[in-house]
């Protein structure tokens, strides 16, 4: 049998193009705009996969000190059941490796869960995507625009919730869209913190963090009302019952479950204060 090797290279702008059609292909909500934060926060983290010179795989990788994330493995339909994934991975943890990375962590599909665990990653927890068409809601409490001077308080509260100092995407992601982040005061200090982004299928409300039950409402009630009429994604950690309530009363629907996975040093999080994940791609 003659079997042709598969080709890696890093990805490019010029390869975007190229990203949209394989997102497309599997039903996810990525737009050009998340493509070229994923090369900006890490250029020569991110890579295509070439069979027979074609261009046919994507992964992506983002590191934040010590840990590393992988996503973005997507493969041509055409060009599935090859080992494309696999080898896709493999390049990703090998370039994380040369990073010093001691941890790596990713959001895996139920399809996806078993492959990953022979690669020697192990779930963590799960989160459940809920969606809907968002409503108004009233806050509840104050939940004013993020400045900032309030940077380095939502990258502690989120570092408190992830283990994570994910500082430079949660300024990234505040620069591009000022309008969609809200952050909760509790008294002299924050109580929490909200960011959205546009999706090409929906706008997905996260990272969310809160301290408190009505911090993490008041947020996510104000996340609703600023996309109210639109369809919304959020991925909420099963162990946040709280969350869990929140988006069903506020009429979100189950859509999918992901399972937060991860393979060397575990990591020290807090999921009760994790009101939505930033997505799979960054945790």
């Known amino acids: 049998m003659n079997i042709m090797p598969l080709m890696l290279r890093q990805m490019n702008r010029d390869d975007i193009e190229l990203g949209m059609r394989l997102k497309q292909q599997a039903g996810w909500n990525q737009t050009p705009d998340d493509w070229r934060r994923f090369l900006e926060l890490e250029p020569e983290g991110c890579f295509v996969g ?11 990788t ?32 090998a370039y994380l490796a040369g990073r010093s990375v001691t941890t790596v962590r990713l959001d895996a599909t139920k399809y996806g869960r078993p492959v990953y665990e022979r690669m020697g990653f192990a ?41 994570t100092d994910r500082s430079r995407l949660l300024e990234r992601l505040v620069a591009e869209h000022p309008e969609l982040a809200g952050i909760a005061r509790d008294g002299q200090s924050e109580g929490g913190y909200v960011l959205l982004r546009p999706g090409a299928n929906a706008t997905q409300i996260g990272p969310a963090v809160a301290r408190a039950e009505a911090a993490g409402r008041a947020l996510c009630n104000w996340a609703l009302t600023r996309c109210a009429g639109q369809a919304v994604f959020i991925d909420v950690p099963v162990g946040n019952p709280a969350a869990i309530e929140w988006a069903r009363s506020a009429g979100l629907a189950e859509q999918r479950r992901f399972t937060r996975m991860d393979r060397g040093q575990p990591i020290e999080e807090d999921v009760q204060l994790l009101w939505a994940s930033s997505g799979p791609e960054k945790g």
């Not at 070439?50 to 992506?60: C, F, I, L, M, Y």
């Not at 983002?62 to 339909?77: K, S």
């Open 50 to 60: 070439e069979w027979g010179g074609q261009p046919v795989a994507t992964t992506t």
């Open 62 to 93: 983002c590191t934040f000190g010590p840990i590393g994330w992988i996503a973005m493995v997507l493969v041509d339909e055409s060009f599935r059941h090859r080992g494309i994934a696999t080898q896709m991975v493999e390049h990703a943890l």
């Open 123 to 163: 779930a963590r927890h799960d989160l459940m995507r809920l969606q809907g068409i968002a409503r108004p809601a009233a806050p509840g409490s104050a939940v004013d625009p993020v400045h900032a001077e309030d940077l380095n308080a939502v990258a502690r509260l989120d570092g408190r919730a992830t283990g």
